[in-house]
C-alpha cells in the first residue's frame, strides 16, 4: 500500500495539479458571485459547459483535425480560449440578466435566485442537448453524446520527475491557470473595478452611497466570474479532448466544493481549495481506488469545515486588502 | 454537501425524465399506427410482429442495426408473394421500462401481434417479459444479454444470443490462452451491466491463475488520471475494461497518453461501437480487443450466406451491417419460419419455437427450454486502421 503510493506519488501529484487548477478557475466564479451577491450562483456549472462548446468552436470552424504545431497552435489556443471565455461570459452576463436581476430588483428571497439557478442550469443543459449540438455542431440525434476534439498538441514529453514522465499538455494546463490567477488576483486588488467589488462585497448599501454603480459592478463579477469558466472550458477540453452538455454536472459540483474548502468569498482560497481537491483526489485514490474519489474528497470537506468552518483561507472577499 | 447536490441529481433527473417522458408521449401515437392503412385490424391474409427498442434514444445506434435486420428478412418474405403476409409495427420505448410496458399492453391488446422481436435491452425485458407471458405471446431478442433474464421459468420469452455468463468467461479465457497474458488489470464502471462482466473476466482469469490487479472508475467523470497511475505502475500484459464505449474510449486514450502503449486494451459487446474509436482517437484505438456474444458479418467474410445477408443489407440500408443486425435477422428469420410451416396463432408459433434449428447468419439457431440459444459462441473483434474488424472466436482467435 505504501509502495503503491511512492510509486504513483509524483504521477498522482502532476494530475492533481493539472485538474486542480480547472477546479480552481470555476471555483472563482462560484466564490465572486457569493462574495458580492451572497448568492451560489448554480447555473455556473453550465457557464462552464458552454465554455467547453465555445473552445469547440474554434477547431470545427476551420475543420481542424490533426496536430498543429509553431505559430498555428499558440494561434488556434488563444482562439480557443478566447472563444471559451466569450461564451461563457457572455452567458453569465445573459444569466444575471435574466434570472437574477429581475428577481433581485423585486426583493425576492435568496431562495428564489437559488431555484431560478437551477431552473436556468437544466434549461441550458437541455438546449444544448436539443438544439445546440444537433444544429450548430452538425450532430443530428447525438445532442447527448459526447463530442470529441480532434488531437491538436501533441503530448510530448516535456521532463521527467524521478522517472515519471511530465507532458507539455499538462504544464501548460497549470501555468495558464496560475497566469489567469495571478492576472485576476492584481485586478481585484489594484484596479478602479476591483475596488467596486471589494466595496460591494464589504457594504452594498455603503458603496451604493459612495458612488458605486451596484448593477455594473454585479454585472463585471458575471463577466470576470463566466471569463474564469471560459479559460478552465477551453483548458479542459484541450487537455480531455471531449464534451457533452452534461459535463458541467459534476465540475460544478466538485467547483463548489472547492470554493467552500478554499474559504467561499475568498479568491485566493479558491486557488487553495481547487488545487487541496484536486491532489486529495489523486492520493486518496492511490490508498482506496479510484471508485473512492468522491467520498475522500467530501469526507476531507466535512473534516476541514469541522475544525476550520470558513475554509482553508477563512477570510473572505470582503475583508481582503490590497 | 451531498444531500443537496443528491437533490441538485433528482431534480435533473426528473426534468429529463418529464422531457423524455412527453417526447416518447408524442411518438407514441404516430408509432402504434401501422405503416400502411391505418387501421388497426390486420388485412386479411396478414399478421402483425412487433419490434420493440430504444429507436430514437441515446442507444438508438445498437437498435436500429438489429430492427434494419428484422425488416430485411419481413420485406424478403413478404415478396415470395405468401398466403399470410407480415407487417412489422415498430415500438419506440426509448430503453424506458415503464414506457416498454404500456406498449406492450398496447402491442397485446390494439395491434394483436402475434410475437415481438425484443425487448432490445435487459432493463427493459425484465419488465415487458411477465406482461407477455401473461398474454401468452411468444419473443425474441435480438440484445439483450443479461444473465439473470432466463432464470424466471419464462416459456415464451427467448433471445438468439448468449448471455453475460458466456462473454465474460469466453473474453477471460482469450486474455490467458490467445493472448497468453501473465498479468492482468481489470477496470469496471460499477454499473449493473460491467461490474458483473468484469467480475466474470476476473473469476475465468483466476481460474488459470493469471495476476490480477483491478480498480473501478466512475463513468461520468472526464478524468481518470488515478486509474491511469495504477495501470502504468502495474506495468500489466493486457487489461480489461467492463464498460460502455463512452468512457471506455477516454480511458484507452488517457493510458496510451500516459505512455502505456503495450497492454493489450479489452473491452466487452458495450464498447463495441465506433465511438470507441472517436473517443481514443485513431493512433490510440488502434489493436484495441472488443469481445461480444454477437457476430457481425465484415466485408470480407467468405460464407455465402453471410454475405449474401452482408449484400442485401448493404443494398437496403446503404451501410455495412452493424451491431446485432444479424441477430435481428435471425430473430425475425424466427417468427417467418414459424408462420411459412402454417402457424398463425401466438400460442402455436410459441411451440414451433422450441422445435427451431435452422442455419441461421450469427449462429445455429436453437433454443433450450429456458428460452437461452444453444450456440455459446463469443467473438473477439479489433481496431485496425480506424475500423472493427472481426478477428475470430473467443475460444480460437490469434493475433496475427
Not at chain 2, 425488416?71 to 418474405?77: A, F, P, R
Not at chain 2, 417468427?335 to 411451440?351: L, M, P, Q, R, S
Amino acid at each position: 500500500m505504501l509502495n503503491d503510493f511512492i510509486n504513483q506519488f509524483w504521477p498522482a501529484t502532476i494530475d492533481g495539479l493539472a485538474f486542480g487548477s480547472i477546479y480552481a478557475l470555476i471555483a472563482l466564479g462560484y466564490t465572486m458571485v457569493y462574495g458580492v451577491l451572497r448568492l451560489i450562483n448554480f447555473a455556473h456549472s453550465e457557464v462552464f459547459m458552454i465554455g467547453t462548446f465555445g473552445a469547440m468552436l474554434v477547431p470545427f470552424v476551420f475543420g481542424i483535425n490533426s496536430p498543429l504545431t509553431g505559430i498555428a497552435l499558440v494561434g488556434v489556443v488563444v482562439a480557443m480560449i478566447l472563444a471559451g471565455m466569450l461564451a461563457s461570459a457572455g452567458t453569465a452576463i445573459a444569466l444575471e440578466r435574466i434570472a437574477y436581476r429581475p428577481l433581485r430588483k423585486r426583493g425576492a428571497s435568496r431562495l428564489a435566485a437559488l431555484i431560478s439557478a437551477i431552473g436556468a442550469s437544466i434549461f441550458l443543459q437541455e438546449l444544448f442537448a436539443l438544439l445546440v449540438i444537433p444544429e450548430v455542431f452538425n450532430r443530428p440525434e447525438q445532442g447527448r453524446i459526447q463530442m470529441a476534439l480532434p488531437r491538436l498538441m501533441e503530448r510530448s514529453e516535456l521532463f521527467s520527475i524521478f522517472g515519471h514522465p511530465v507532458r507539455i499538455d499538462q504544464i501548460f494546463v497549470i501555468l495558464a491557470a496560475i497566469g489567469m490567477m495571478i492576472a485576476l488576483d492584481a485586478l481585484v486588488n489594484r484596479s478602479k473595478i476591483g475596488r467596486g467589488i471589494r466595496a460591494t462585497a464589504q457594504n452594498p448599501e455603503a458603496a451604493v452611497l459612495m458612488g458605486v454603480d451596484i448593477n455594473r459592478i454585479v454585472r463585471m463579477t458575471f463577466l470576470i466570474g463566466g471569463g474564469m469558466a471560459g479559460v478552465a472550458g477551453a483548458l479542459y477540453l484541450i487537455s480531455y479532448e471531449n464534451t457533452h452538455y452534461f459535463v458541467g454536472f459534476l465540475f460544478g459540483i466538485k467547483a463548489f466544493t472547492a470554493a467552500v474548502l478554499g474559504g467561499i468569498g475568498n479568491l485566493r482560497g479558491a486557488l487553495v481549495g481547487g488545487i487541496t481537491l484536486g491532489l486529495v483526489e489523486n492520493y486518496g485514490a492511490i490508498f482506496f481506488g479510484s471508485d473512492w474519489k468522491h467520498v475522500i474528497s467530501f469526507t476531507i470537506l466535512v473534516l476541514v469545515l469541522m475544525f476550520r468552518p470558513t475554509g482553508i483561507l477563512g477570510e473572505s472577499l470582503q475583508q481582503a486588502r490590497a | 454537501m451531498r444531500p443537496k447536490t443528491a437533490r441538485l441529481g433528482g431534480v435533473l433527473a426528473a426534468g429529463v425524465a418529464l422531457t423524455l417522458g412527453l417526447a416518447a408521449c408524442g411518438d407514441g401515437g404516430t408509432e402504434a399506427t401501422p405503416a400502411e392503412g391505418g387501421s388497426s385490424a390486420a388485412a386479411p391474409g396478414t399478421i402483425k410482429l412487433g419490434f420493440m427498442g430504444d429507436l430514437t434514444g441515446a442507444n438508438a445506434g445498437i437498435v436500429i442495426p438489429p430492427r434494419n435486420g428484422a425488416k430485411l428478412v419481413i420485406n424478403e418474405y413478404n415478396k415470395t408473394n405468401p398466403a399470410v403476409k407480415i407487417e412489422l409495427v415498430e415500438y419506440d420505448s426509448q430503453a424506458d421500462p415503464s414506457k416498454a410496458v404500456a406498449l406492450a399492453q398496447q402491442a397485446i391488446k390494439t395491434d394483436k401481434i402475434v410475437g415481438l422481436i425484443g425487448p432490445a435491452f435487459s432493463g427493459e425485458s425484465a419488465q415487458v417479459a411477465p406482461v407477455l407471458e401473461e398474454a401468452k405471446l411468444p419473443s425474441v431478442s435480438a440484445s439483450a444479454t443479461n444473465a439473470a433474464l432466463s432464470a424466471n421459468g419464462w416459456k415464451y420469452w427467448h433471445r438468439v444470443l448468449p448471455s453475460d455468463n458466456v462473454q465474460g468467461p469466453g473474453i477471460g479465457d482469450f486474455i490467458a490462452t490467445g493472448l497468453a497474458a501473465k498479468h492482468v488489470f481489470v477496470i469496471d464502471d460499477k454499473s449493473e451491466y460491467g461490474k458483473p462482466l468484469a467480475d466474470a473476466v476476473k473469476s475465468a482469469l483466476e481460474a488459470k491463475s493469471v495476476k490480477l490487479t483491478t480498480d473501478s472508475l466512475d463513468p461520468t467523470e472526464s478524468d481518470f488520471s488515478s486509474v491511469v497511475n495504477k495501470v502504468a505502475a502495474a506495468k500489466p500484459d493486457a487489461i480489461f475494461f467492463g464498460g460502455y464505449y463512452a468512457a471506455g474510449g477516454n480511458l484507452l486514450k488517457q493510458l496510451r497518453d500516459k505512455g502505456v502503449k503495450d497492454a493489450k486494451f479489452l473491452s466487452g459487446d458495450g464498447s463495441l461501437d465506433k465511438g470507441l474509436i472517436d473517443g481514443a482517437g485513431a493512433a490510440n484505438a488502434e489493436g484495441a480487443l472488443v469481445g461480444c456474444p454477437c457476430y457481425i458479418a465484415t466485408p470480407d467474410v467468405t460464407d455465402a450466406k453471410v454475405k449474401a445477408f452482408a449484400d442485401s443489407y448493404k443494398a437496403a440500408y446503404s451501410a455495412d451491417p452493424a451491431i446485432y443486425a444479424a441477430e435481428g435477422y435471425d430473430a425475425a428469420t424466427v417468427f417467418v419460419e414459424a408462420i411459412k410451416a402454417g402457424n398463425t396463432t401466438a400460442e402455436k408459433i410459441n411451440e414451433f419455437i422450441a422445435t427451431v434449428d435452422f442455419a441461421g447468419v450469427s449462429k445455429q439457431v436453437k433454443f433450450e427450454a429456458n428460452g437461452e440459444v444453444s450456440a455459446k459462441d463469443i467473438y473477439i473483434y479489433q481496431v485496425k486502421d480506424g475500423a472493427i474488424g472481426l478477428l475470430g472466436k473467443a475460444n480460437e482467435a490469434k493475433l496475427g
